[in-house]
């Protein structure tokens, strides 16, 4: 076929990742309902930080391989895809607007030709393909998993190793084919139903895993084990693996691994299904959540009073999003408990009204100096590169809570230091 146009519908993290990358292999057109944000776009800005993203697309707009519209008719007028985007809202219990979603599809459906293919990658409930087969029949519908890395989604995106693919069509095959082409040699092609729980089952497998350890690793604390020694051992097992998720360390936080728990969780009950374990990784994980604050009080006592440094607020490194952080979440329970909370991010200029008790400080050093400990809740290479010898002294008392051992190498030999990491007893 002549170039293919390639339809993005739902412009934020994952929309304009897939916009971009795109644009250098098809001509492509982003759709969004938020004129704000296209207009951003237009000038080639995305709405969040993601390394490269902005370049990104200022290169494909400059070729004229990429443009953004809010307008469903131009968008849709040509397509040969349209691929559906958004990043699915989460609420506070991890429940998906599966609602929101397919409302802004139904509001681009009606301009797409028919039996043009559209290809579903927001996160959306297993069955979601059925369902929107049946309600717009003049469309075919496809399913391909997201699989967005936060502070690396370029990178991710254009050297996938493997695309899962669900199709109803042994039709739609080779247009698939040509659209993953220039990403991965590898697509997956299996039953939209297979793909749609492909993710679901993906995500809970690898929360299932964060939670497995940290369960070993808190046991590891009271018998004098190394967790990490442990995690090592595991690993070399065959059946498990080198790559298998499974480091020690804080409590998965943010929507991504939650939502798909919450999914299944909600499938079941919807279905009459009964299940055990798939559940009990919600609740094994937020236990898991105050390990953070316990090791604080088990070394400071009652933290009123106390100033205690945040290191890093942000979701993940390399992204300026705060949204389910569970550093926020633990500086609300430091300010519930009467501390004095000073946190610094290099991603993080201003701070939401949620954490108007919160100081925000311009630099590691202002962060932790009389601080009577100090938690590493990000793990930015700022904090590495901190000149630590000369930081240390500066502290109030010398306590580093460091869920991750992620400074473990820059600590390890500065006296009077105390370094608290998951699975370790001291």
């Not at 659209?179 to 139903?193: A, I, K, S």
């Not at 080198?242 to 480091?247: D, F, S, T």
């Not at 979701?315 to 300010?335: F, N, P």
């Not at 390890?412 to 990491?421: A, I, V």
Request: net charge negative; aromatic share 6%; charged share 25%.
């Amino acid at each position: 076929m002549d170039e293919m146009n390639v339809t993005i519908l739902g412009l934020w993290h994952l929309g304009c990742v897939t916009a971009a990358c795109c644009a250098r292999h098809f001509q492509v057109i982003g759709l969004d309902f938020d004129a704000q944000n296209v207009a951003n776009l237009l000038q080639g800005k995305a709405p969040l930080l993601e390394p490269g993203l902005d370049e990104l697309l200022s290169a494909g707009l400059a070729r004229n391989q990429l443009t953004f519209t809010t307008d469903p008719k131009r968008a849709c007028a040509h397509a040969d895809i349209l691929w559906l985007t958004y990043d699915t809202p989460v609420n506070e219990k991890d429940e998906s607007d599966v609602e929101s979603v397919l409302a802004n599809l139904r509001r681009a459906l009606p301009h797409l030709r028919e039996g043009a293919l559209v290809l579903i990658s927001a996160q959306l409930p297993a069955g979601s393909c059925a369902r929107l087969e049946a309600e717009f029949p003049r469309f075919h519908f496809a399913c391909s998993p997201e699989n967005l890395r936060l502070g690396r989604a370029i990178e991710a995106f254009e050297k996938a190793d493997r695309v899962i693919a669900g199709i109803r069509d042994e039709a739609d095959k080779p247009l698939l084919e040509e659209l993953f082409q220039p990403f991965t040699p590898r697509v997956l092609f299996m039953r939209t139903e297979s793909a749609e729980m492909v993710k679901h089952a993906l995500n809970s497998f690898l929360a299932l895993s964060v939670t497995f350890i940290n369960e070993i690793a808190r046991l590891c604390e009271h018998v004098g084990a190394d967790a990490r020694e442990v995690s090592d051992g595991l690993k070399s097992e065959p059946r498990i693996g080198p790559k298998a998720y499974l480091g020690p360390g804080g409590a998965f936080a943010g929507g991504t691994l939650a939502r798909d728990v919450v999914t299944l969780t909600r499938l079941a009950a919807e279905k009459g299904e009964t299940l055990a374990v798939i559940p009990a990784i919600t609740r094994s994980n937020d236990l898991h959540r105050g390990w953070a604050l316990g090791r604080l009080e088990s070394r400071l006592g009652k933290l009123a009073g106390k100033t205690i440094a945040i290191l890093g607020l942000t979701y993940t490194r390399d992204t300026d999003t705060l949204r389910r952080s569970a550093s926020v979440e633990i500086c609300l329970k430091l300010a519930a408990a009467g501390a004095l909370v000073r946190a610094f991010d290099p991603g993080v200029k201003r701070l939401p009204g949620e954490l108007a008790a919160v100081r925000l400080a311009s630099d590691t050093a202002e962060a932790v100096a009389d601080a009577d400990a100090a938690v590493v809740c990000t793990e930015w290479p700022v904090f590495r590169e901190a000149p630590w010898a000369s930081l240390a002294p500066t502290m109030r008392q010398r306590v580093i809570v460091d869920a991750n051992g992620f400074l473990e190498k820059e600590l390890k030999s500065l006296p009077g230091l105390e370094h608290l990491s998951v699975g370790r007893a001291s």
